[in-house]
């Protein structure tokens, strides 16, 4: 990057800081260090935020890519890894795939939190709600975009669940001892990271009722109850449909049984190993995975 470009992007930096300290906000419960601020409508925290305003303004996806897009703990890991494995077959079968040495994060990453990791993939992955994602990245530009949704009181149980062993490992001085009601008036109220749930999942809904051929609405209920037809679907929106050869070979079945819950949280380098270097480090500011311990060591939990 020459000497200015350094510049503009330092000035669009602190562009974005100055666009942040303007906006209203409320204390996170979950946390006595962090604030929620509230953008367009939804409710972020600030290291988050700046990636998501910086993103509106400069990522454009790759033609004829998808975007996987999900609200936190949704089954945004499970979609991720169907969708690489789906793509990628015809390189690396099951028994090879790099879903077996790499996170799903890392193979799909998002792309507000990983723009040079992002750029020029053909399947990459979003947090942001359908109203705010960047004009490029909207479904009436072209761009595909699978959206999977789940349950609300699950997704409050699996955030409450997830944020309270976060916050004892991190000795966070917060609630850690928040009680299950607590959590879930505040959820309802959409005080979460990109929250209101319930706008967040309208936004897709909608888009997938005006743009069906774009926007492929996935509920993560149906995807455990009917996982093969679900899975057929996925690839046939996915561009990338499966034969009947490659249906009677159980290509399907090893997809399936290649990224199941159990498949995925009993691999080794869930269990011990590191999410890539540089830009997958934010991450862990949304609550989505993991986090880093002092000695650098990743702690899943609740990946799904």
Same mark, same amino acid.
């Given at each position: 990057?020459?000497?200015?470009?350094?510049?503009?992007?330092?000035?669009?930096?602190?562009?974005?800081?100055?666009?942040?300290?303007?906006?209203?906000?409320?204390?996170?419960?979950?946390?006595?260090?962090?604030?929620?601020?509230?953008?367009?409508?939804?409710?972020?925290?600030?290291?988050? %935020?700046?990636? =998501?305003?910086? /993103?509106? #303004?400069?990522? $454009?996806?790759? *033609?004829? &890519?998808?975007?996987?897009?999900?609200?936190?703990?949704?089954?945004?890991?499970? %979609?991720?890894? =169907?969708?690489? /494995?789906? #793509?990628?077959? $015809?390189?690396? *079968?099951? &028994?090879?795939?790099?879903?077996?040495?790499?996170?799903?994060?890392?193979?799909?990453?998002?792309?507000?939190?990983?723009?040079?990791?992002?750029?020029?993939?053909?399947?990459?992955?979003?947090?942001?709600?359908?109203?705010?994602?960047?004009?490029?990245?909207?479904?009436?530009?072209?761009?595909?975009?699978?959206?999977?949704?789940?349950?609300?009181?699950?997704?409050?149980?699996?955030?409450?669940?997830?944020?309270?062993?976060?916050?004892?490992?991190?000795?966070?001085?917060?609630?850690?001892?928040?009680?299950?009601?607590?959590?879930?008036?505040?959820?309802?109220?959409?005080?979460?990271?990109?929250?209101?749930?319930?706008?967040?999942?309208?936004?897709?809904?909608?888009?997938?009722?005006?743009?069906?051929?774009?926007?492929?609405?996935?509920?993560?209920?149906?995807?455990?109850?009917?996982?093969?037809?679900?899975?057929?679907?996925?690839?046939?929106?996915?561009?990338?449909?499966?034969?009947?050869?490659?249906?009677?070979?159980?290509?399907?079945?090893?997809?399936?049984?290649?990224?199941?819950?159990?498949?995925?949280?009993?691999?080794?380098?869930?269990?011990?190993?590191?999410?890539?270097?540089?830009?997958?480090?934010?991450?862990?500011?949304?609550?989505?995975?993991?986090?880093?311990?002092?000695?650098?060591?990743?702690?899943?939990?609740?990946?799904?």
């Amino acid at each position: 990057m020459s000497k200015t470009e350094q510049q503009k992007s330092t000035a669009a930096d602190e562009g974005i800081k100055q666009l942040v300290s303007t906006l209203p906000t409320k204390p996170d419960c979950n946390s006595t260090t962090n604030l929620l601020y509230q953008y367009q409508g939804f409710w972020y925290h600030q290291f988050y %935020l700046e990636h =998501l305003i910086a /993103a509106q #303004t400069h990522f $454009t996806p790759e *033609p004829n &890519s998808t975007i996987l897009c999900s609200y936190p703990k949704t089954g945004t890991t499970w %979609l991720k890894a =169907l969708s690489f /494995a789906i #793509t990628t077959r $015809t390189h690396y *079968p099951p &028994s090879q795939s790099p879903l077996l040495s790499r996170f799903p994060h890392d193979c799909v990453p998002f792309f507000e939190l990983a723009p040079s990791v992002a750029r020029n993939k053909l399947l990459v992955a979003t947090h942001i709600p359908y109203t705010s994602l960047p004009a490029a990245a909207a479904a009436a530009s072209g761009c595909k975009l699978a959206y999977i949704c789940r349950d609300p009181k699950d997704v409050v149980v699996s955030l409450w669940q997830f944020q309270r062993k976060q916050k004892k490992e991190d000795d966070d001085d917060g609630d850690a001892d928040m009680g299950i009601e607590e959590a879930f008036e505040q959820f309802c109220e959409g005080n979460s990271v990109a929250g209101p749930y319930w706008d967040h999942v309208l936004g897709y809904w909608r888009a997938s009722l005006e743009f069906p051929e774009r926007v492929l609405f996935v509920r993560y209920e149906e995807l455990k109850r009917e996982t093969e037809r679900c899975v057929k679907a996925l690839a046939d929106f996915l561009g990338c449909g499966f034969s009947l050869e490659e249906e009677k070979q159980g290509i399907v079945q090893g997809i399936i049984d290649l990224c199941s819950i159990e498949s995925l949280k009993g691999l080794d380098v869930t269990k011990n190993g590191r999410f890539a270097p540089t830009e997958s480090m934010p991450y862990t500011i949304l609550y989505i995975t993991a986090r880093f311990t002092g000695r650098g060591r990743l702690v899943i939990g609740g990946i799904f």
